[in-house]
Structures are given as structure tokens and as C-alpha cells.
């Protein structure tokens, strides 16, 4: 009967129209009604609480939010949609370092998936959104990414497609318009959803799903290399669904190419701001983006802090952190093991971890372990380039910290000058 009812409310877009040649290509074979409800490992209470009373599920608003995520003409010239940095090929993130939006500009953050957004309690690396209809407007509004001047451009762009008009009519009840189109994205981000991993097969009770060294992998989060002290809902329960405390924590990334003090006291002088709008700008195109929630509080203990994200499909996704610095999972465990890098807001959380090369090698394996079925492809080959570089580079890698003492944080001294 749940299931049903899960099903009902998901429904995803088995039956994309062909892709007009002002859109990319939507993901072939998407969800359906039997694939989402039958993915193993999928959390069916939280999935129909993450469904708003105010924009509900149907197969039509779905339908209609695939065909705008994927269309360049919602962006200023026509060069760029939702899509074309979050390509559903790599499990909805882009390969690149930082995005590259309309006229070539290059943004400052690495595209995160927008898979299992739908269970996200604020949105981007540092939470300025809390939904994704409030979300899905600030990419089409940014200079550095889709580049229209208002959400009623984005709609005008669109306004004398006859296919889109009567699809607004019939989803809404209205002609279409900006908050609509917003609507229909998110809705059809709701449907993205992905579990269905040799981990959560493994959970499920197939020992086989997954190698002895993802096992061991798995055991060495939760205890030596303390992951789960984040990336778990609670610390002291396995999470086995999420892997995100939904917080935001500084575990030093970037913040060695950064003068953070100086940028703090400049960004609190000049843009004492809780403008939204303002605050995607800082982030997606000045120096400002290294602050990560700091720009959205304005506390200092949330300097340089940024959204714990989900490990599901993390393997398909490279490269990794809020400004993509680290090129491979090994770069990713090699950080945490040598304890981060020191600063003064660093989480007391982060220390020397000590691993040994088997003990990386085991964290690399489970974390592969969290690919969902329809990405195994892409992640076997992912994963075969990432041992190739990893191989002849590993440049985060440094034994003398990961095996010696917790270094004192320096004090974090925010003396900024005067406002005058
Ligand atoms: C030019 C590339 C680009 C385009 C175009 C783009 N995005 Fe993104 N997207 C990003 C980047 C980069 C981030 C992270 C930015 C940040 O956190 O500051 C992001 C973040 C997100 C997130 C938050 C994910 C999370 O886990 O917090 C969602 C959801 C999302 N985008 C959906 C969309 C939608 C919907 C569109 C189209 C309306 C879109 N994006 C267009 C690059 C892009
Ligand atoms: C103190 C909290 C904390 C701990 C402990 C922690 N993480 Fe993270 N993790 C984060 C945050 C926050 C980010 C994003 C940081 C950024 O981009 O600046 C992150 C990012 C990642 C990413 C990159 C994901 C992506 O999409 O770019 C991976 C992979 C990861 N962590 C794995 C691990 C593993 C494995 C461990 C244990 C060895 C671990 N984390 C321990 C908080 C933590």
C-alpha cells in the first residue's frame, strides 16, 4: 500500500518527450513508477515528507520540469540550461573544477548533484536556500551562470513555445509564468532520486553486493576515521541513508589560498547583507566564496564552514569540495588523515587520523560502494581513472601529520579595522 502510494506521489518521467533541439538530451530511462518504488535502500517515510503540501507530485508537473531543467532557452542566450552543469550522465554534476556558465564565465563552486536534493534541509554549499522552488531561481539569475536579468525574462523566453503554453495551462490551471516554471523544476529535481547501491544491497542483507575491502571501509567510518561524525544524521548511529548531518563545518579546504581574516572583515564592512540575491553573487563570482556560510550568517564560527553533502554517487562526481580542489577520493581521505588544515575555525572534529595506505584504500572501496545502479557504468570507469591519478600523484597526502600529534588551532582573531 506504501509503496503505491510512494510511487503515486514520485512518479518520474519515463516518457520524456524528444528532445527539441534548443534542450539536451534528458536522462534515458528515467525514473518510473517500478524503479523508484522499488529501489532498495530508498527511505519511503522521509521521501513522502520531503514532498511540499504546496507543490505536490503529478506525472504532467514532472514532465514539464525535465523539459525546462534540460532547456537552454531559459538562459541569455540560449547557450546554457539547468542541465549543462548538472549532466544526468555524471550522475548531475559537470567534471569541471568550477561551473562554466553563459559567455564562457567561470563561477567560483564545484556543481554538486542535485540527485536526493529533495531530502535536503537547506540548498547550495552554504545553505543560502531552503527550497528548492526558492533555489532553482538563482542559478537562471546569475551572471556567471544563466545570465537573465529577472525570472519573467526566463518565462518570456519560453512564452511563445505553444508546447510549453498549454503544459503550464494544464499542470497549473494558469498561463505560464516565473514562480510556475521554478515550481516544475523542483518538482522534477523530487523525482531525481537515487539509492539502489551494492551498499544498500549489502544492507539489505546480500553480503556478496560489496568487496571485503568496502566492508572494512564501511567499519572504519563509523569508528578510526571518524566520518561519521559528520556524515551521519546522528553521530552515534550508523546512518546507512543519508550520510550528511545536514550542518556545516570548516574542515580547512581552500583555506590556504585565502586570506579568509581579510576577506571576513571586507565582507562584513561592505555587505552586511541578508539579501539573497547578493549573497549568490558573492559566492558564485568574488574571492568572497571561500567565507562558505559565514556569507549567509555573518557569525564569525561559520567562517569558512560549508554544507556536509551527501556520499551517494560521490564516486561519479569528481572533482570534490565546494571549489572542486581535490581530484580524487584518495585526495579526499589523504586530507582528512593528515587532519585537514589547520585554521582558526577549524572544527575540533577534524584531527590526525593515522590510516594506513590498505586502511584509504578500504574507505576508497566503500565509498565506490554508494553508486546507484543505473551510474555502475560510469562509476567502474570513474573509479579506474581516479586509481590511475592517484597512482602517479597524491598531492594531499602527508604521513608526518597523519601519524603526528592534534596541532593547536591558531586564535581566531577577527580584528577587523573600524567602519568609518
Ligand atoms: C553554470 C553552471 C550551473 C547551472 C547552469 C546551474 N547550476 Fe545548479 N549549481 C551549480 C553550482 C556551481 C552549484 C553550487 C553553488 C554553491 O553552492 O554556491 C549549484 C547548486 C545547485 C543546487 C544545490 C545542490 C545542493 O546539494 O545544495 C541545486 C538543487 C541546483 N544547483 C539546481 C539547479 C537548477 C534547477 C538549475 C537551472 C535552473 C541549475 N542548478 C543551473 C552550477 C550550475
Ligand atoms: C567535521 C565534519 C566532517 C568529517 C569528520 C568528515 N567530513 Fe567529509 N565533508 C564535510 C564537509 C563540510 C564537506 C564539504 C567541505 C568543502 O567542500 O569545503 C565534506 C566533503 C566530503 C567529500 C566530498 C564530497 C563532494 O561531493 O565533493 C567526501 C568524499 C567526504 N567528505 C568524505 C569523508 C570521509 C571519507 C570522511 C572520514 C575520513 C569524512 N568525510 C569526514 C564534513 C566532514
Not at 516565473?178 to 523525482?191: M, V
Not at 571586507?266 to 563570482?285: C, G, K, P, Y
Request: aromatic letters at 6%; charged letters at 20%.
Amino acid at each position: 500500500m506504501l509503496v503505491v502510494s510512494v510511487a503515486a506521489l514520485l512518479v518520474g518521467c519515463g516518457s520524456t518527450n524528444q528532445a527539441a533541439r534548443s534542450t539536451l538530451d534528458p536522462p534515458t530511462g528515467g525514473f518510473n513508477l517500478i524503479s523508484v518504488a522499488h529501489q532498495v535502500g530508498l527511505p519511503v517515510a522521509a521521501t513522502l515528507a520531503a514532498i511540499p503540501a504546496d507543490n505536490p507530485q503529478t506525472p504532467d508537473k514532472v514532465a514539464l520540469g525535465a523539459k525546462l531543467f534540460f532547456d537552454r532557452r531559459l538562459s541569455l542566450d540560449g547557450t546554457v540550461a539547468c542541465g549543462s552543469c548538472h549532466n544526468p550522465a555524471r550522475a548531475f554534476s559537470d567534471g569541471r573544477t568550477a561551473s562554466v556558465g553563459v559567455k564562457g564565465r567561470v563561477g567560483q563552486r564545484n556543481a554538486p548533484t542535485i540527485l536526493n536534493t529533495l531530502y535536503s534541509k537547506t540548498l547550495f554549499w552554504d545553505g543560502r536556500a531552503t527550497t528548492l522552488e526558492e533555489q532553482a531561481v538563482l542559478p537562471i539569475l546569475n551572471p556567471s551562470e544563466m545570465g537573465q536579468a529577472n525570472l519573467d525574462a526566463a518565462a518570456a523566453a519560453i512564452a511563445n513555445d505553444g508546447e510549453y503554453r498549454s503544459a503550464f495551462q494544464k499542470v497549473f490551471g494558469r498561463p505560464l509564468n516565473g514562480p510556475d516554471l521554478a515550481r516544475a523544476i523542483a518538482s522534477y529535481e523530487r523525482s531525481e532520486i537515487a539509492f539502489a547501491s551494492p551498499f544498500d544491497e549489502s544492507a539489505n542483507g546480500n553480503a556478496r553486493a560489496i568487496s571485503d575491502s568496502a566492508r572494512r571501509g564501511w567499519a572504519l567510518f563509523s569508528t578510526k576515521a571518524r566520518c561519521n561524525s559528520c556524515h551521519a544524521v546522528e553521530d552515534t548511529t550508523p546512518d546507512r541513508t543519508f550520510f550528511t548531518d545536514q550542518s556545516f563545518h570548516n574542515i580547512g579546504v581552500g583555506i590556504d589560498r585565502h586570506n579568509v581574516v581579510t576577506l571576513a572583515c571586507e565582507a562584513q564592512a561592505r555587505f552586511n547583507t541578508r539579501n539573497v540575491l547578493a549573497i549568490d553573487r558573492a559566492a558564485i563570482q568574488t574571492d568572497m566564496s571561500a567565507l562558505g556560510s559565514f556569507l549567509v550568517t555573518k557569525q564569525p564560527a561559520d567562517i569558512a564552514t560549508f554544507k556536509t553533502p551527501s556520499l551517494r554517487n560521490v564516486l561519479v562526481t569528481a572533482p570534490y569540495f565546494h571549489d572542486g580542489s581535490a581530484r580524487t577520493l584518495w585526495d579526499v581521505v589523504d586530507h582528512y588523515n593528515k587532519g585537514g588544515m589547520n585554521n582558526p575555525w577549524l572544527d575540533e572534529k577534524i584531527r590526525p587520523l593515522g590510516l594506513s595506505e590498505t586502511e584509504i584504500d578500504d574507505l576508497v572501496a566503500f565509498l565506490a560502494s554508494l553508486t546507484s545502479a543505473q551510474f555502475r557504468e560510469q562509476g567502474a570507469k570513474a573509479l579506474a581513472v581516479q586509481r590511475e591519478i592517484a597512482r602517479a600523484s597524491r598531492p594531499e597526502r602527508d604521513n608526518a601529520r597523519a601519524f603526528g600529534p592534534k596541532p593547536t588551532r591558531p586564535d581566531p582573531a577577527l580584528a577587523c579595522a573600524p567602519k568609518t
